[in-house]
């Protein structure tokens, strides 16, 4: 079951689900994968002095031997995205992907993975029409309709 209905404290208490299904996945089809962004389970203390940048670093580098390609990914554990995520999608393309080495958001599920690219993700997001909120009210997201 996915965690994305549970408060940022109890997902934050145990290991990162859909991390850890990107990782298995990666491991079953021969990728390799670098971690680059921060493991919000260690704490860095005064993390929100840190520039947005350094914040929102990616999770991955994969490197696909069979095709020689990278790409540079940000795992999500549900299809809830945060409104603050839409927002910076445009920027996050521009300052994280390449044409030799693409920007994907991918949805790491129990019963699936599903890579996207932000553009998806926009549209996805703009067609979404369920809406809710984590940390009483103060994170607004919606349920992305992936097929």
């Not at 493991?39 to 991955?60: C, Q, V």
Request: charged share 25%.
């Amino acid at each position: 079951m996915s965690d994305g209905n549970q408060s940022f404290k109890e997902r934050n208490s145990k290991p990162n689900q859909g991390e850890e299904l990107f990782k298995a996945y990666c491991d079953r089809v021969g990728a390799t994968y670098y971690r680059i962004g921060f493991d919000e389970k260690r704490a860095i203390p005064s993390y929100y002095h840190l520039t947005a940048f350094l914040r929102h670093l990616p999770d991955f580098v994969v490197h696909n031997p069979k095709t020689n390609r990278l790409s540079v990914v940000e795992v999500k554990g549900s299809l809830n995205f945060k409104k603050s995520d839409y927002l910076r999608l445009d920027e996050s393309l521009k300052i994280y992907g390449t044409g030799d080495a693409p920007y994907f958001i991918v949805f790491a599920l129990p019963n699936r993975i599903i890579w996207q690219t932000p553009e998806q993700v926009k549209a996805a997001y703009e067609w979404s029409t369920t809406i809710g909120s984590w940390d009483e009210g103060r994170t607004k997201y919606r349920t992305l309709d992936l097929g």
